[in-house]
């Protein structure tokens, strides 16, 4: 399974982004699909989850201002990013796995700069 996450780039503060994440390789229709990020100096952390029947989770930081969703028919996963704030400044990486499993399968990251 292969993943790559675009859409990055550089936006100010209070503004959006839309990153998606393609996936090849094979169906990921029931998996688990995710995004994480890493911040400089920092660990990588869960941004957000979501469940092949379409249940999500998110990290308190960006609850209410990030929404994931996934398209099976596409294998793709994306990150809409409303309300940007610098703190979100950071290399974000989708991920997928099997159903209750942890996450297998990584993407290579796509780089967010929120400038204040």
């Known amino acids: 399974v292969q993943l790559q996450a675009f859409g990055g780039g550089l936006v100010q503060a209070g503004g959006s982004l839309r990153l998606s994440c393609a996936a090849s390789?094979?169906?990921?229709?029931?998996?688990?699909m995710g995004w994480f990020r890493q911040a400089p100096g920092k660990q990588r952390e869960l941004v957000a989850g979501i469940t092949s029947g379409g249940s999500t989770n998110y990290a308190d930081s960006v609850k209410g201002r990030f929404t994931i969703s996934r398209d099976n028919a596409k294998n793709a996963v994306y990150l809409q990013m409303n309300s940007l704030e610098p703190e979100d400044t950071a290399v974000y990486y989708c991920a997928a796995g099997p159903p209750g499993q942890s996450y297998t399968y990584w993407g290579q990251g796509t780089k967010v700069t929120v400038s204040s």
């Open positions: 390789g094979r169906t990921l229709s029931r998996a688990l």
